[in-house]
């Protein structure tokens, strides 16, 4: 497990657009705006604001799991977790989202929050055992109207 800085958000890119086709694939409603969002739209959207660690797992030389977290005044947020499904439960996951947790806490956050592509609701029950649970649905508007 090596930690990162948000310079080096780029070294995730290939993990990230198998997470982003993954979610395409879930979405009942939502399924073209996230296959064209872009790596570099989503960096923007993480980056704008606040402190970013990027924590990414290794099995020998190749990435396999990423967390990118982040805080912002006392409120910190996991933006981003990605697994290679190759290697999933093998506690990289878990290792990943200890160590951003930990990273978070140490900064003296009061919340941590992570939001849930609606398709992806499988990934709930991992979350859970880190004592994350449903607080509010968000409804988007699907396009065109």
Partial sequence: MT?????EIFMVELLWKKLNAYLSNCSV???KEMKQKTFEQRVTEICTEGTIRVFIAYKGTNKVGYCISKYNGNIGEISSLYVDEGVRKLGIGSELMTN???WLNSNEVNCINVNVAIGNEGVLEFYKKFNFFDFYFSVHTAYPL
């Fill in 100 to 102: 951003a947790l930990r």
């Fill in 3 to 7: 930690k990162y800085s948000k310079e």
């Fill in 29 to 31: 409603h939502f399924s």
